[in-house]
């Protein structure tokens, strides 16, 4: 109430001030200053604007003189009552001592045209122009009227700011009664829309779901959504019904950003909450495909669109909240961002290595890969490394754009696993027993589960310096390092108890000194029962040992 007495005192002082009085040209001039009007500057129509419709001195009509009415058709009166709202609605506080009191006012950032904008972020089309000696909201400012009062006041609400006054304008407490009746109601409404959507929520969307069989999903990804969702309806409604109320312009000053602020925070934690239930999706789609790859995938496309959905939240609300202007920012990143992307060159070519590893897929989560001095299993792939755990139990952190570009042996990948070793046996070893021994390894190869029956070698195949060599080249299918080793650990077993069985006897480097026998001495050269014998002892040997294996 005092700022508006001050008002109208500035107003009325403006016009004793001689200054003004000077831009009387003509008896028009004249007579609208004795009505109370003056539309020489940006300053004086503002006041005749604002004045003529305060309450204690309500002239509309006066105020109607501020339109440029040029080709529109509509009320004046009304569009005036109109646009006073929007400001109210808006949060635009309008501060006389910021508004220019010369008539020959040009706006410096609008190529010098004549102009006075109040509010460029929140009503960038509501503006004064001076049209011959006159300032008023120009044609184009009133012609949008009516389209920035449907957009302030939505779905109706617009109806209730001439119905709601019925209630009552006696004054309690510097508000009117009908104000702090809407007020009541707004708080009631406010519980009651929370208890509704807390019993959806909670009720039927959880019932819905544990029907479906997904009660785990529906609690742990839906309800926090589904809250957060209700929370911002809420607020959605709040922002549409306290306008209607009509409080004083500074309550809705800081009231309109909160609720600005809002809106675009709670979508962002909106969406933020969906990246969860989107990447759990996925997560179940990966856990069905026999690739580790996809299920490292899935953490980190969920951290990049939480990323992402925090980035552009953010710029929502630094625009819609804090009314900051975020094209500059954005055109200083496009700007520089060819001087980000010269500088992290390594960053961004790693990041593309992981996106093709990703799409390649050379290996995946506990492959065992070799690349120069890269050996170890695969542990993590990330955007811009690979964590590899070496057979020293160490880790090595590799840059994806290196193992893009590098040769890499996968040996996660293969389908056989080789096993090749030369098994000596002594000169002193009749051919025949070579011949059972042989046979036997081949049956045992052939009994073992784990070993590939279409394509094995073993052959008597050279003559070396101390030994006669059999050459052992099979291969097991296993698909790890450990059921590998347990593989080979049942074949070698199995060998030496061949060569027990059958009398083969290995070699290994030795100096042997030949001497003749003494009287009643045997010799060390042992001595071999012949062909049949082998062939009984390699009988029973296959019957005894390789019969239980197969049993």
Do not use: C
């Not at 019925?166 to 009746?181: P, S």
């Not at 999706?281 to 939480?306: C, M, N, W």
């Not at 590899?388 to 040769?407: C, E, H, Q």
């Amino acid at each position: 109430m005092i700022k508006k007495i001050l008002l109208g005192f500035l107003f009325l002082f403006s016009f004793a001030n001689p200054t003004y009085s000077q831009l009387i040209t003509d008896q028009e001039d004249l007579d609208l200053v004795q009505d109370g009007i003056n539309l020489s500057s940006p300053y004086h129509t503002t006041l005749t604007f604002f004045y003529n419709l305060d309450k204690n001195h309500f002239y509309p009509a006066r105020a109607a003189k501020t339109l440029d009415l040029a080709n529109n058709d509509s009320e004046p009166e009304e569009l005036v009552v109109k646009l006073q709202q929007i400001f109210e609605g808006k949060g635009i506080v309008i501060r006389t001592s910021e508004i220019p009191n010369d008539p020959n006012f040009e706006d410096s950032t609008a190529n010098g045209e004549q102009r006075f904008y109040f509010d460029r972020t929140k009503l960038p089309g509501i503006f004064l122009e001076k049209t011959g000696n006159r300032w008023k909201f120009s044609s184009f400012s009133v012609a949008q009227i009516s389209e920035l009062h449907q957009e302030t006041y939505p779905y109706g609400t617009d109806r209730l700011l001439n119905i709601l006054p019925k209630i009552g304008t006696t004054e309690y407490l510097g508000l009117q009664l009908w104000q702090l009746v809407g007020i009541t109601f707004l708080i009631f409404l406010t519980f009651l829309a929370h208890l509704i959507f807390t019993f959806l929520v909670d009720r039927g969307l959880i019932y819905f779901v544990d029907r479906l069989g997904y009660s785990n999903v529906g609690e742990n990804y839906l309800l926090p959504v589904a809250k957060i969702t209700s929370f911002y309806l809420i607020v959605l409604l709040l922002s549409f019904m306290i306008r209607v109320l009509q409080l004083p312009v500074e309550i809705y000053a800081w009231i309109i950003p909160v609720f600005d602020t809002l809106k675009p925070f709670l979508i962002t934690v909106i969406f933020y909450k969906i990246v969860d239930v989107v990447a759990a999706y996925f997560g179940h789609l990966a856990s069905k495909t026999e690739s580790t790859l996809d299920d490292q995938l899935v953490p980190l496309i969920r951290k990049t669109l939480k990323a992402l959905v925090i980035i552009v939240g953010t710029l929502f609300v630094l625009r819609d909240g804090l009314n900051f202007d975020i094209l500059p920012f954005l055109t200083g990143i496009s700007i520089g961002g060819v001087a980000i992307a010269l500088a992290a060159q390594d960053t961004i070519k790693n990041f593309f290595g992981s996106v093709m590893i990703f799409i390649d897929k050379p290996f995946q989560v506990g492959d065992w890969v070799t690349s120069g001095e890269i050996d170890g299993t695969v542990e993590e792939v990330g955007f811009r490394s690979t964590r590899i755990r070496t057979f020293r139990n160490s880790v090595m952190y590799v840059p994806n754009g290196k193992i893009a570009d590098a040769v890499v042996d996968n040996h996660g990948l293969r389908q056989y696993r080789r096993f090749f070793t030369i098994l000596t046996i002594t000169y002193n070893t009749p051919p025949e027993l070579i011949e059972e021994f042989v046979k036997g390894l081949h049956e045992i190869v052939l009994a073992h589960p784990k070993t590939r029956k279409d394509y094995f070698n073993i052959f008597f195949n050279n003559l070396s310096a101390y030994s006669q060599d059999v050459m052992f080249y099979i291969f097991f299918e296993v698909p790890t390092w450990p059921e590998e080793l347990k593989a080979r650990h049942e074949i070698l077993i199995q060998i030496v108890k061949l060569a027990n069985v059958l009398g083969v006897r290995f070699a290994f480097p030795t100096q042997t000194l030949h001497m003749e026998s003494f009287p009643e001495k045997s010799g060390l050269t042992p001595s071999y029962p012949g062909e049949s014998e082998y062939k009984t002892r390699l009988s029973n040997f296959l019957q005894s040992e390789l019969g239980k294996k197969n049993t």
